[in-house]
């Protein structure tokens, strides 16, 4: 079954800490996504990519780097960690049309 | 940017009744999705509807592109549609999508 899986689930960080989220699609989906989801926010787009080696800018980037190696891999990279990163992260792939959106489990990452 | 407001921002319904969710969005649309995101968090995607009239199961959207809104329809409300309902655009087929903050649903038995 295609699936998105994120890791870790769980994830506790030092401020200042350099901190990795991993995303893995199995659908063969051109477009991947990297959210967060802060009360009262909502879903707010990271990076997001086309494809393997591209990677884009969301509505809010800074302190956040992506890389995408693969088709099915994409990575969120916060070089420096800070208490303000500290929220629920979903990863999403999506093919033809943006039509069949498949989103992540999710990783809670907490900054102290 | 796209702007995307969702009405009501809660809703509380006894089992059984209907559910009338609303999506306005700024600027025109060129994909329209609705998704639900369960109690304990998990994202699904419900339907595309960037144009027209959908139905699934008993869910139907209706999305009129020139009034630059979308409504989801539930029918016959169940304990199980307890959630949040998160309304998404794209504009200009940038696969850029923008969600709003969402219609948080309880329905008690």
């Known amino acids: 079954e295609a699936a998105v899986t994120q890791s870790p689930r769980n994830k506790v960080a030092v401020t200042g800490g350099k901190v990795t989220l991993s995303c893995n699609q199995t659908?063969?989906?051109?477009?991947m996504y990297w959210y967060r989801q802060d009360t009262g926010h909502g879903l707010r787009l990271i990076h997001y990519?086309?494809?393997?080696?591209?990677?884009e800018k969301g509505d809010i980037p800074d302190g956040y780097k992506a890389s995408r190696p693969s088709q099915e891999n994409f990575s969120l990279i916060l070089e420096l960690a800070t208490p303000s990163q500290t929220s629920v992260y979903f990863c999403?792939?999506?093919?033809?049309?943006?039509?069949?959106?498949?989103f992540g489990s999710g990783t809670r990452l907490l900054v102290i | 940017g796209q702007q995307v407001q969702q009405s009501p921002a809660s809703l509380v319904l006894q089992e059984g009744e209907n559910a009338e969710l609303q999506c306005n969005f700024s600027s025109t649309a060129t994909q329209l999705q609705w998704f639900y995101q369960s109690p304990g968090g998990s994202l699904v995607s419900l339907l595309s509807?960037?144009?027209g009239t959908k139905h699934t199961g008993r869910l139907t959207s209706t999305t009129v592109t020139k009034e630059r809104r979308s409504s989801l329809h539930i029918s016959s409300s169940q304990t199980t549609d307890s959630g949040t309902y998160l309304c998404a655009i794209e504009s200009g087929g940038n696969y850029k999508p923008t969600f709003g903050k969402g219609t948080s649903l309880v329905v008690h038995p």
């Open positions: 509807n960037p144009s």
């Open positions: 659908n063969n989906h051109n477009n």
């Open positions: 990519s086309y494809g393997a080696g591209s990677t």
């Open positions: 999403a792939s999506a093919g033809t049309a943006n039509s069949d959106y498949t």
